[in-house]
């Protein structure tokens, strides 16, 4: 079992930044080992992925993040970040992380999530 906990959502104002956690334990695999995606739902809209790392680093992002949002490991914490800077409204949603244990980039069908973090943006 992968046990995932996220944290560092809030309400911003439009052009402000957040850093959100995804903080992983209960599991033979550290998470570098393991392809972590973070996605986002907003209200009446599809879960939608924003980034992911696969285990052998590779990043990728959705076009409407690209150069606003990165995403990194930190090993020793066992913890992967999204830093997301320059938000706008429309980046307003509940942020999952989840991961996959092949260590690929982890799908809507991934088995092990987060319990989701707020992000509110205010124009």
């Known amino acids: 079992q992968v046990q995932l906990v996220e944290s560092g959502g809030g309400l911003v104002q439009a052009g402000g930044s957040l850093r959100l956690s995804c903080a992983a334990s209960?599991?033979?695999?550290?998470?570098?080992?393991?392809?972590v995606g973070w996605y986002r739902q907003a209200p009446g809209k599809q879960r939608e992925l924003v980034a992911a790392i696969t285990r052998g680093g590779t990043t990728n992002y959705a076009d409407s993040v690209k150069g606003r949002f990165t995403i990194s490991r930190d090993n020793a914490k066992n913890t992967v970040y999204l830093h997301m800077n320059s938000l706008q409204p429309e980046d307003t949603a509940v942020y999952y992380c989840?991961?996959?244990?092949?260590?690929?980039?982890?799908?809507?069908?991934?088995?092990?999530w987060g319990q989701g973090t707020q992000v509110t943006v205010s124009s």
């Open positions: 989840n991961v996959d244990r092949s260590g690929v980039v982890p799908s809507l069908r991934s088995q092990y």
């Open positions: 209960g599991s033979f695999f550290p998470i570098n080992a393991m392809g």
